[in-house]
C-alpha cells in the first residue's frame, strides 16, 4: 500500500517522524514522502530530518511565501503532478497548515481518500488562518483522527464523528521517545549572527511567532517586556519571519534579561522544555509540551487552542499584555498525575494501524 504524506512546517515534521518510523519497518507499506518546501531554512526544516531520523523526502516542492492564495494554489498544482505520477492509495496530512489543506484538496479531487492527523481542533474564529485549513481539510477528509476528546466532540457536532477515530497526540508519542535523547543542557544556543550563547542555569522560555503577536510591534514589545521583568533570564529561539522585528525592538538593548537565539532543533526545545521555570508561548505544540514537563504555561492568544491544558492553572490564556502575563505566571499551578488527556504515548501505532486497516 502506497501512502502519500505531505509535510512542510515544523510541527509536522515532529509528528511525521512518530509515524513514518513505523512504516519504514512494516513490508506493507510503501511511504512517500513529500515536503512541500513551506518552511526551508536549514533550522526550521533540515534539521529536524537529520536529528529525528526522518528520510530524505521523494519530493521537495521548494513552496514558500507570497500570500496565502498563492502558496496554497502553487502547492495544489505542484501536488496534483506528484500524485498523478506516483497514484498513492491514501494521502497522510498532520495539523494545519496551507501545506495540509493544499495536499488534502489535491487529493480528494484526484479520489485519493484523506486522513487527516490532528483533526477537530476548532478556536470558533475563521479570522485564524489555521482555522481555515483544520475546517476545510476535516470536512474532505475520509478518516479523522482528532487527538483529544474535545476535538472529536467538535468532529461529532459537525457530523463527521462516523469517520473519526480518537488516537491521542503523535507529539506526545515524540516527547516521550526523543526526550530519552536530549542532552541536558550541553546543546548549543547560537545568536543571530552564529556566536554561541551560554545557556543560564535558570532560564524561562518563550516563543512567539503566530501573526496576531507579530504583525505589528505592540504586541510582541509587550511579551518581551513582561519577560524581562521575571527574575530569570528568558530564552527566545525567534522564528525567521519575526527576527528583524524582534532585532529591531530589542537593538536599544531595553531588554537585557532576552537571550535571543536562531530557532533550536527539537531536542534541543525539548531540553529547553524540560528545564525551563515556566513557558511563555503562542504555539500549540509548546503549550502541550509545556503540559507533558509539567511546566506552568502562559499561552498569548485570545482563543482556547487545547482545552485539555487549561486545568489547575497548568496553561492560561493571557493578552499581549505584560501585567497581565506578570500575574498568570505568578500564579501557582497544581498537577495531577493521573489527569493523562493526550493518550498513553501509542498514538503513532493507533494511526499507522487505522491506515494499514482503512
Ligand atoms: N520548536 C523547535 N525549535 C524552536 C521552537 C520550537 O523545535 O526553535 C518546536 C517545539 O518544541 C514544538 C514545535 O516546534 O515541538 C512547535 O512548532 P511551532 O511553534 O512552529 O508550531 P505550532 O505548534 O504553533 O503549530
Not at 510503501?30 to 536549514?42: A, K, P, S, V
Not at 545568536?191 to 551560554?198: A, V
Request: charged share 25%; with cysteine.
Amino acid at each position: 500500500m502506497k501512502i502519500a504524506t505531505v509535510v512542510g512546517a515544523r510541527p509536522q515534521f515532529i509528528k511525521a517522524a512518530v509515524v513514518s518510523r513505523l512504516f519504514r519497518t512494516d513490508p506493507d507499506v510503501d511511504e512517500l514522502l513529500i515536503h512541500t518546501g513551506q518552511h526551508f531554512d536549514y533550522n526550521m526544516s533540515e534539521v529536524f530530518f537529520e536529528e529525528l531520523d526522518i528520510p530524505k523526502p521523494a519530493y521537495n516542492l521548494g513552496i514558500s511565501g507570497g500570500s496565502h492564495a498563492q502558496m496554497i494554489s502553487r502547492m495544489v498544482v505542484a501536488l496534483e503532478e506528484v500524485f498523478l505520477k506516483e497514484k498513492p492509495d491514501k494521502l497522510l496530512v498532520y495539523g494545519d497548515t496551507n501545506s495540509t489543506l493544499a495536499a488534502a484538496l489535491t487529493a480528494v479531487k484526484l479520489h485519493i481518500p484523506v486522513c487527516h492527523v490532528e483533526a477537530g481542533n476548532r478556536f470558533g474564529s475563521l479570522d485564524n488562518p489555521e482555522e481555515v485549513n483544520r475546517i476545510c481539510t476535516d470536512h474532505v477528509s475520509s478518516m479523522l483522527m482528532p487527538c483529544t476528546e474535545s476535538a472529536l466532540r467538535f468532529l461529532q457536532q459537525e457530523g463527521l464523528g462516523g469517520r473519526s477515530h480518537l488516537v491521542g497526540d503523535p507529539m506526545f508519542d515524540a516527547f516521550l521517545f526523543y526526550g530519552e535523547k536530549c542532552g541536558g543542557n550541553s546543546e548549543v544556543l547560537l545568536d543571530f549572527e552564529g556566536k554561541r550563547l551560554k545557556r543560564p542555569e535558570r532560564y524561562y522560555y518563550l516563543t512567539c511567532h503566530r501573526q496576531e503577536n507579530t504583525a505589528t510591534d505592540e504586541k510582541i514589545t509587550e511579551i518581551l517586556r513582561a519577560m524581562n521583568e521575571l527574575p530569570f533570564p528568558t530564552i527566545y529561539p525567534v522564528h525567521p519571519r519575526n527576527r528583524e522585528r524582534v532585532s529591531r525592538i530589542c537593538a536599544d538593548g531595553r531588554f537585557p534579561k532576552l537571550i535571543l537565539t536562531q530557532p533550536v532543533g527539537y531536542l534541543t526545545s525539548i531540553s529547553l522544555v524540560k528545564g525551563a521555570e515556566k513557558i511563555v508561548t503562542d504555539s500549540g505544540g509548546l503549550q502541550r509540551e509545556a503540559f507533558f514537563a509539567e511546566k506552568q504555561c502562559v499561552t498569548v492568544f485570545d482563543l482556547i487552542v487545547w482545552p485539555e491544558t487549561m486545568v489547575d492553572n497548568r496553561n492560561q490564556l493571557s493578552a499581549a499584555e505584560h501585567t497581565e502575563i506578570l500575574k498568570k505566571l505568578s500564579e501557582k499551578q497544581t498537577v495531577d498525575p493521573s489527569y493523562k488527556p493526550f493518550g498513553d504515548g501509542k498514538s503513532a501505532e493507533k494511526i499507522a494501524g487505522l491506515l494499514k486497516r482503512y
